[in-house]
């Protein structure tokens, strides 16, 4: 079993929908959580970061973490076009450099 | 600012060659890493670098990869010989810290015949 589970999708969904991505993870000792956007032909960047549990909102996009449960969401509202992407999540222990990745999840936006 | 640089963005190459990925990180970041993307295994760390120094190797598949960082903006992934199964997309990234927030460049797309 993987560190660190996301369903690659993919997900395809109209203009303005919310877009709802997840990832779960085994390893309680995760700390920090990360999305990673990634367009196609080109290198992941960071989207959104989150200490612990809790919620962070950031424009459109609302990052969730729930440790107890060990899972995380990443929420797009009115979704756009250039959303289209692979949503990655990562996440690591505190203070350790390596960072474990989910596979990733492919969002169309159809216009 | 420049991003983190990698070369070349495709190389294609036979069964064999000696293939050489070059990246240059962002200036004043002391940390750098080599990622391994393909499809069946997601994005995979190779090696790790802090100050110039090589931290974890755990990584890397054989002894058929090497990789060297001689200065701060400089690092170098080799593989030799190389195989169809290296057939990915490698990536460079750099961060401040070693657990800071890392930079990608835009990747390197290996096929090998």
């Known amino acids: 079993q993987k560190e660190v589970e996301q369903d690659p999708g993919p997900l395809s969904v109209p203009e303005g929908a919310i877009v709802s991505l997840n990832c779960t993870y085994s390893?309680?000792?995760?700390?920090?959580f990360m999305w990673y956007r990634q367009y196609s032909r080109k290198g992941p960047e960071l989207l959104m970061y989150t200490y612990s549990s809790g919620n962070k909102e950031d424009g459109r996009f609302t990052a969730q973490v729930d440790k107890s449960s060990k899972y995380i969401s990443l929420f797009i509202r009115d979704s756009q076009p250039s959303d289209s992407a692979t949503y990655l999540c990562a996440m690591r222990r505190n203070g350790d450099y390596k960072l474990s990745f989910g596979a990733g999840t492919t969002v169309t936006v159809r216009a | 600012d420049a991003g983190v640089i990698q070369s070349p963005r495709h190389e294609v190459t036979e069964m064999g060659q000696e293939v050489t990925l070059r990246c240059k990180p962002i200036s004043g970041h002391n940390s750098l890493f080599w990622y391994r993307q393909t499809m069946m295994r997601g994005l995979e760390l190779l090696i790790y670098?802090?100050?110039?120094?090589?931290?974890?190797d755990s990584g890397m598949p054989e002894d058929r990869f090497s990789a060297k960082m001689p200065n701060a903006s400089f690092s170098t992934l080799k593989i030799q010989p190389s195989e169809p199964r290296d057939s990915a997309v490698y990536f460079c990234?750099?961060?401040?810290?070693?657990?800071?927030?890392?930079?990608f460049g835009e990747g390197s797309r290996l096929t090998v015949l």
């Open positions: 670098f802090n100050n110039n120094v090589p931290i974890d």
């Open positions: 990234a750099s961060t401040l810290e070693g657990a800071g927030e890392l930079f």
């Open positions: 390893n309680s000792a995760f700390q920090y």
